[in-house]
């Protein structure tokens, strides 16, 4: 389980600037603050929890997590229930959060693009160079346009906290224990430094991953249309410098540059759904160019922890993303003007850049009253396009937003904290006269521009009963763009025009939790109920003859629980669960009433994860954890529509401290090599993209420190 999860306000920062520090294994806490960056959220301290839950997977549990699997989203889905389970490929398509898509962002800066939504966004970073990962859970307008399930903030390596010189060297080599041309392996080296006021942090990492297999040792289908992690290299290269001015100012700039290129010597052999054979692949090259996910992300921040009182924090970002898809001569792709069978692959080219200016102030009201107030502004230039024929898919659209906030938190007596804010988003979407492909008719659609002005409350409130008891509550609307380029491409009635199409209005959702948190000596719990209800949501919808998605506007009502619990029964052992079960309906007929389940793209299964830390010696510690996924119906307009038939696994790895040779980690996911078919697959695919999950694997791991 996430190291302490506290509940924690919508809008508000509660951060603390030094960053976690844990042992193998988790201690009995107090009733404390999490410590959570300031890119995170937004005002640098709190007097205590607040009403939104937070988790924060600390740089233990991440090692963990990666000594068992490089995929990260295993590896959030394993300490975060409410997180729908990954597909092991290259596409994070189906793994919501809270039943929506999260906003992914690194050091603050978004990783997502709602005007085209191609599903890398959880693939842009190297988990070499991440020293946390800060998710806040449910729908909030914290960070602004995206956050529609929540936010996933990866939190970059920092600098060592004395003068001098840190390096760390990592290698390691993965294989299934069946099934052939498995092997992959990595190495990564980091160099932190400080001097004085100056320090920096500089990193690289290479990795190339071979093919995965299921239980039976079969060779597991590549997705050769959205990406794929098998059959694949890697290369990172971050650096991060910074200098500490007097007074505590600071001033910092960040750059990471990833890519992770498909090698494309295996293509996809359709398994068949009805009888139960999942897709597989044999050794034969792709067409076309393998997919591949190109990204550079920028940023400057700047810090005066004493200007007018308060504190000032701004930051410059800028993010460019290349996401080249594979390609098919796919029906979506046909034009007579090109010939008979044209083949064709789709790319994603996305600039965004933005500023984030906020202050905040303490103390005031005899300390009892904290006020933060800023203004944030961004631009998001996207379109895709077929690569081989240069034909515009989605045109070149730009969407221009800024947005003021204005937030508190204020103490009327000891055990009562009331939080309340509000965020005006002010947002201008323009696209050019476009003609859509001969597929959609190839009609033309006469460009314009479409403004959106709205204003998203926030308020809560926690009350400690006791000293490690308390009740939460709180209620707060979140924002974001339907899949833009997903709708506009698939118009197919002339006539339209971008300035009144309906389906381009935002999706705002009203997000509600109440629950209870329980922080004694050696045991800690805390539950709570949630809903999200939006009047016009976004849902994906699979096109299977095309392998992709469209997007369809719905009312949706999303509902679910959380539960976990922690206990220490002795120093050195660890015992954590967590639980999870969401609920989801849209209205599928159109008549204003939710009527349908919402499918295995848009909403997680009822999910129960267990495990078990142990510390036997100073320097030999395991970790052994079980994932439990449960059966499910799903029902459109009364009649069944899929069914995910559930499966348990079980992963464990054991870690051995061995002084001036370094640390070693044996690592084994799916440990019982138990066959099954991953759940997206098993609710929205159909025979090409019926894709079993890896079996048996085994990792080594040597990192040394020095």
């Known amino acids: 389980m996430p190291s302490p999860v506290r509940p924690l306000a919508l809008t508000l920062t509660l951060a603390l600037a030094a960053p976690l520090h844990a042992a193998d294994v988790p201690q009995a806490t107090t009733l404390e603050r999490v410590e959570v960056s300031e890119s995170t959220l937004r005002m640098p301290r709190s007097q205590g929890a607040l009403p939104m839950t937070i988790t924060v997977i600390d740089p233990q549990q991440l090692k963990q997590q990666l000594a068992i699997t490089p995929d990260l989203g295993d590896a959030i889905g394993a300490l975060v229930p409410s997180y729908a389970p990954s597909t092991q490929k290259l596409s994070v398509r189906g793994q919501t959060l809270r039943g929506r898509n999260p906003l992914y962002m690194i050091d603050g800066v978004p990783q997502s693009s709602p005007l085209r939504n191609g599903s890398r966004d959880g693939y842009t970073i190297d988990p070499a160079m991440i020293e946390r990962i800060e998710i806040v859970e449910g729908s909030n307008s914290l960070q602004g346009l995206g956050a529609a399930g929540g936010i996933i903030n990866i939190i970059t390596k920092r600098a060592p906290d004395r003068d ?28 932190g430094a400080r001097s004085g006021a100056f320090d920096m942090v500089v990193g690289a990492s290479w990795r190339k991953r071979g093919m995965y297999s299921d239980a039976r040792g079969r060779l597991i289908g590549v997705d050769g249309t959205q990406g794929d992690l098998m059959d694949s290299n890697s290369r990172d290269g ?42 597989t692949s044999g050794r034969a090259k792709q067409p076309g160019e393998a997919p591949r996910n190109r990204v550079l992300t920028t940023s400057l921040d700047y810090r005066d922890p004493h200007l007018a009182g308060g504190e000032l924090r701004t930051q410059l970002y800028h993010q460019a993303n290349r996401e080249l898809f594979g390609g098919g001569t796919f029906a979506t792709f046909q034009d007579p003007a090109y010939g008979p069978r044209v083949f064709d692959q789709s790319q994603n080219i996305s600039d965004k850049d933005g500023a984030r200016l906020s202050w905040a102030r303490r103390g005031l009201l005899e300390d009892t009253l904290t006020v933060l107030a800023g203004a944030d502004g961004y631009r998001d230039r996207t379109h895709q396009s077929l690569a081989r024929t240069g034909r515009d898919w989605v045109p070149r659209s730009t969407y221009t937003g800024w947005a003021p906030f204005l937030q508190a938190e204020y103490w009327p007596v000891a055990a009562l904290s009331i939080n309340a804010g509000l965020r005006q988003e002010h947002g201008r979407l323009e696209v050019p006269t476009f003609r859509t492909l001969a597929f959609y008719n190839g009609v033309t659609v006469e460009g314009g521009s479409r403004t959106f002005t709205r204003t998203l409350p926030n308020l809560g409130a926690v009350w400690y009963l006791t000293d490690a008891l308390n009740l939460f509550a709180s209620y707060a609307q979140g924002y974001t763009l339907p899949d833009v380029g997903r709708v506009l491409r698939a118009i197919k009635t002339p006539g339209q025009r ?34 999200s209800s939006s009047k016009l949501g976004a849902l994906l919808v699979f096109d299977a003859p095309n392998q992709v998605y469209d997007v369809a506007r719905q009312r949706t009502r999303i509902s679910g629980w959380e539960a976990r619990a922690g206990w220490t029964p002795r120093a050195g052992t660890r015992l954590d669960l967590s639980y999870a079960m969401n609920h989801g309906r849209s209205d599928r007929d159109g008549d204003g009433k939710v009527d349908s389940d919402l499918d295995g793209a848009n909403i997680a299964p009822h999910r129960v994860n267990l495990s078990w830390t142990q510390r036997w010696s100073d320097a030999l510690s395991s970790y052994l954890q079980l994932s439990r996924l449960a059966s499910r119906d799903f029902a459109t307009l009364g009649e069944r529509s899929a069914h995910f038939d559930g499966y348990a696994t079980a992963d464990a790895y054991l870690k051995w401290h061995a002084g001036r040779a370094g640390d070693w980690t044996l690592g084994v996911q799916n440990l019982a090599n138990k066959q099954y078919i991953n759940y997206v697959s098993q609710t929205v695919g159909d025979d090409d993209s019926y894709f079993a999950g890896r079996g048996r694997t085994a990792s080594l791991t040597w990192q040394q420190v020095f």
Do not use: C, H
Request: glycine share 14%.
């Open 164 to 191: 001098g010189v840190r390096q760390e060297l990592t290698l390691d080599a993965s294989a299934p224990t069946q099934g052939a041309d498995g092997l992959g392996y990595g190495a990564a080296w980091l160099l």
């Open 498 to 531: 971008v300035g009144d199409f309906l389906d381009l209005k935002p999706v705002v959702s009203d997000n509600r939790e109440v629950g209870a948190e329980f922080t004694g000596q050696a045991f800690n719990a805390r539950v709570s109920y949630w809903t």
């Open 238 to 279: 971050f650096a991060k410098l910074g200098y500490t001015f007097a007074g505590g100012r600071r001033l910092q700039l960040t750059a990471n540059r990833f890519q992770l290129q498909g090698d494309g010597d295996y293509s996809a052999v359709s398994g068949d759904m009805d009888a139960g054979i999942p897709t």
